[in-house]
């Protein structure tokens, strides 16, 4: 257990449904990552939040997708309108700003969309 | 072609053997991880490179910045160690990690 959590850990949805992930990491770390991970493949960056501000977003994340870390401590992770390739395993990380930064993953939400 | 690329995609091995995965990069980059994923999604982080060499028990990982290349090694390896191995990358003036597609290593006892 890195300390960083993410609910829920599996979602099943039908095409088209609106679906929203939690992330909490660990409470000290000012710095939270969002990743994609598809089967068999390395995990792709999606978005960054220093504190509450959203400093980088990927191409990958298509107007459907919204992100928010309203207090600056968890983050949400929302999709509107689910496709079948949005299926993957969501996953979040967090760090604190400094020289020898490590990220810290949480276990990730499975995401199914039929 | 991919920022980061790894080598082998799949590694199958004795309990025993000396394993040594492969990374190569494109861009500059600030720092390099090392990432170790089990079944069922969790990743830990095992080593963050910037220059030379780091040991942690049976697991070293090198880093050349001149040929943009590094490796990971495991000494004595065991059926616990199979696992997926991830290559991250810092490129210079961002924060992101871009990662390699990882090694799927599977030990054998």
């Known amino acids: 257990d890195t300390g960083v959590s993410q609910n829920p850990r599996h979602k099943i949805t039908k095409r088209g449904q609106n679906v929203t992930f939690r992330c909490d990491p660990i409470?000290?770390?000012?710095?939270l990552y969002w990743y994609r991970q598809t089967l068999g493949q390395g995990p792709e960056f999606l978005t960054y939040?220093?504190?509450?501000?959203?400093?980088?977003k990927s191409r990958l994340l298509s107007d459907r997708f919204s992100a928010e870390r309203p207090k600056g401590s968890f983050s949400t992770l929302e999709i509107q309108r689910t496709e079948q390739g949005d299926s993957a395993m969501y996953l979040c990380?967090?760090?604190?700003?400094?020289?020898?930064?490590?990220?810290?993953f949480g276990p990730g939400t499975r995401l199914l969309v039929l | 072609k991919n920022e980061v690329e790894q080598s082998p995609q799949n590694l199958t091995a004795q309990e025993g053997e000396f394993i040594t995965i492969n990374c190569s990069y494109s861009v500059g980059i600030s720092a390099l991880h090392w990432l170790q994923q089990h079944p069922g999604g969790g990743i830990v982080s095992l080593f963050m490179?910037?220059?030379g060499k780091k040991k942690h028990g049976r697991l070293i990982a090198t880093i050349n910045i001149q040929e943009k290349h590094s490796s990971l090694h495991i000494t004595a390896s065991h059926p616990r160690d199979s696992a997926v191995y991830i290559c991250a990358v810092v490129i210079q003036g961002a924060q992101k990690l871009v990662f390699g597609q990882g090694t799927r290593l599977t030990i054998n006892p």
């Open positions: 490179l910037s220059s």
């Open positions: 409470s000290e770390h000012n710095r």
């Open positions: 990380a967090s760090s604190f700003q400094g020289a020898q930064e490590t990220q810290y």
């Open positions: 939040f220093q504190n509450e501000a959203q400093l980088e």
